[in-house]
């Protein structure tokens, strides 16, 4: 009896690992788990937001560009996001900005379900693949890149802390003057 009260902690155990994977951040000491740091420039990308908008390196030249990698059944992500939209919703109407979350290996369909479920407003990329984050970083989500008129990162923030909403839209604004 015991040995199956033991397999089946085993198996919960194991199945919960499974499901924060999404989430874990890469054991690579020499690399980290960022490819793009401060002070670097956006590397050539381009999406097809949720709204038909096309967002890549080039056309967020000229714009505050907040760039939000997710994966929606991370709990780190299911913290950050709704924290994100707010902010987001404060500062959507500013025409000197630009946001997209892209989400990292999952496709429309989740996606926009998650997103009507959470009454999210802010453009998303739903991206079946990991092309476009494996550009940005190595793992670890959630993981946002803000960065001035010049396509310059001037602030990063990733899944090591949680995301307040005070410092987050603070460093926005900051950027943006």
């Known amino acids: 009896m015991k040995y199956r ?3 089946k902690s085993l198996w919960v155990i194991t199945f919960i690992m499974l499901l924060f ?6 054991d690579d000491k020499n690399s980290g788990t960022t490819k793009v740091r401060v002070g ?8 097809t ?5 096309v967002y890549s390196n080039e056309s967020l030249k000229g714009y505050v560009a907040v760039i939000v990698f997710f994966y929606t059944p991370c709990g780190d992500c299911k913290q950050a996001m709704p924290i994100i939209n707010e902010v987001y919703e404060r500062n959507k109407d500013n025409e000197r900005m630009r946001w997209i979350a892209i989400s990292r290996s999952e496709g429309e369909q989740n ?3 998650y997103w009507e479920e959470n009454h999210f407003s802010l453009p998303y990329s739903a991206q079946a693949d990991r092309t476009v984050y494996d550009l940005f970083a190595y793992s670890g989500v959630p993981r946002i890149y803000i960065t001035n008129r010049q396509g310059t990162v001037c602030a990063t923030y990733d899944d090591s802390v949680p995301l307040d909403a005070n410092e987050f839209e603070s460093t926005i ?5």
């Open 173 to 177: 604004q900051t950027i943006d003057k």
């Open 49 to 53: 937001a949720n709204d038909g908008v």
């Open 40 to 47: 670097d420039s956006l590397p050539v990308f381009s999406v």
């Open 5 to 7: 009260e033991s397999l």
């Open 21 to 26: 994977a999404g989430c874990i951040t890469s």
């Open 111 to 113: 996606v926009a379900a």
